[in-house]
């Protein structure tokens, strides 16, 4: 079963003393993929996939992808304009519910932690916003 929401995306990002928030609303599908919840959203410039589920999240934008288990530290290739990156990460916090996703996770370059990101999502049921 899919269901139309309304998207409210908010992270952090802490990296180096510095602080970045992004923040994007739009609309998406809320499904379910096997044993994943499937959250696909459109925003700005932005299409973002998330797939979750109790300890395992994998986080898409574009040709982007970060996998994150809560009890390992994944290894990823993240691609970028200046070439492919090779990122650690370590979930910290994973809390999913029927109506919003909250992550902590770490990003490390081999052994150097690069940033932290606190991530909120909150959608809403197309048809709950109506009434």
Partial sequence: MSQTVNVF????ILSQ?????LE?????????HGLYDHLDFKADQHHFQIDYKDDEVILKNHQQALNLHRHQIK???YPTDFGVLHLKTK???LDGHQDHLHLVYELYDQTTLLSKIFMKIHYIPVHEEAV
């Fill in 9 to 12: 995306y908010k992270s952090i």
């Fill in 17 to 21: 003393g510095h602080k970045e928030t």
């Fill in 24 to 32: 994007y609303h739009g609309q998406g599908v809320l499904s379910q």
């Fill in 75 to 77: 290894d990823n290739d």
């Fill in 91 to 93: 979930l910290l916090k």
